[in-house]
């Protein structure tokens, strides 16, 4: 069965995609370890995706197209997500690195404006902000 005949509801096909690229990103080094296995079972609940969803989107052979949010709030939850699951295992390879680039272009964000919202999110998910950026941070 087609992947697009699992849904038919917009917000049901934007999580349907916004799961299919978190779980591409899980899959990017190889093989989705357990820790991004619960992950992805968090996120497919959060999502509202369904246990046959969650097999076909885990199935090695579906390739899913990425489908851009219109605020930016809801741009930046997107990557917000991708970020949690790629830090599951506490590193970024360079496979991951390529497909979130890839990944916040698709969402809409200009090259280097992606580069510039990466590079501070690998900061504040690897621990590696400055005081004046964690202070900003806790402020608001």
């Known amino acids: 069965m087609p992947i697009l005949d699992l849904y038919n509801h ?5 999580n349907l995609a916004h799961f299919a690229a978190i779980a591409s990103l899980a899959a990017v080094d190889g093989e989705v370890n357990a ?6 079972e968090k996120f497919a609940n959060k999502l509202d995706i369904s246990e046959a969803e969650f097999k076909e989107v885990m199935k090695k052979s579906n390739k899913y197209p990425i489908d851009p949010q219109n605020s930016f709030e ?4 997107r990557l917000y997500d991708l970020f949690k699951i790629i830090f599951a295992d506490n590193e970024v390879d360079d496979d991951e690195m390529v497909l979130l680039k890839k990944y916040a272009i698709g969402l809409g964000f200009p090259s280097d404006k992606a580069d510039k919202i990466i590079g501070k999110s690998i900061a504040i998910f690897s621990g590696k902000i400055d005081f004046e950026d964690y202070m900003y941070l806790i402020k608001h």
């Open 10 to 14: 917009s917000e049901k096909r934007r």
């Open 35 to 40: 820790q991004e296995m619960r992950l992805l």
């Open 74 to 77: 809801k741009r930046m939850e």
